[in-house]
């Protein structure tokens, strides 16, 4: 009798579970649903203010001039031109900054030393704006790709690594203890104690380094570039092609949300075991 309530406990157990994931997967997607809300209000709102004459339209076209603009540049086959050279630059950036940043941000985390040596100096680079290093890499890598992906990656370096560097130092001392009452190794520690306690802070760092890594990918693109969406936003200001303009700057937003949503899904299962609090309505 005992083993049938249990297993009837963790057969009910199992199926509120299962019941809740379904609950927030469904209070997730109208949650999405409900963020592409606004947006929409707001492009028809100011479509109807110029097609009735409230507004001219000229400098901030309506959304129909906006797409009419995407849609030629898709046809003539332009657009997936500057999509492609974008999207690598800001992939190979973000991977060389994520890994140079993740390796120091662990050995400032883990060493007081190293900490103390290196930290000051990255904190003064950090404060550095993304426009001053343009000169210098042009000088050190000439205006290619090397100098574009530096840039790049520089801008997804500073967050990746003061969130692995406050994630470590804000692990409970109590818990390394304990992994050292049981005689871990320092690799065992890192492992099994470190790791999973920095891996939430880690996540949002990534997203954080990816969103300085769209913003850092503008003013590589102003360095010589004849292909990319920061091309693009160039052409149409030389030019007064404000729809241009426009148009791009939609795409840099249509690909950043993509890219946060996609690192989101591909770092969730590693966060699985969180129960956090997930707001009120």
Sequence with gaps: MTTIAVSGGLGSETLGDNANRRSRKTGGYAHSAAGILLP????????AAVRFGLANGRLVPPPSAIFATLRDLAVIGELWV???ATVLRVAAGFAAGTLVATVFG???????LTRRLFDPTLQ??????????????????????????????VGVFFPVYLGVLGAILSVD???VEVGRVFRLTAVALVLRILLPSILPAYVISLRSGLGLGWM??????????????????????????????????FTFAILGKFSDWLLSRVTEPFLKWQDSFAGGR
């Excluded at 662990?106 to 007081?112: N, Q």
């Excluded at 003013?219 to 148009?247: H, N, R």
């Design 40 to 47: 929409i209000v707001v492009a028809l709102a100011w479509e």
């Design 82 to 84: 500057h999509i492609k």
């Design 106 to 112: 662990a050995i400032a985390g883990y060493s007081t």
């Design 124 to 153: 003064g680079l950090r404060a550095v704006p993304s426009i001053a290093w343009v000169p210098l890499f042009i000088l050190w890598f000439g205006i290619y790709e090397a100098s574009k992906v530096t840039l790049i990656a």
């Design 173 to 175: 001392r109590k818990i």
């Design 216 to 249: 850092f990918v503008v003013a590589a693109e102003f360095m010589g570039a004849s292909e990319g969406l920061g091309y693009l936003l160039v052409d149409g200001q030389q030019l007064g092609k404000p729809q241009q303009i426009v148009a791009a700057i």
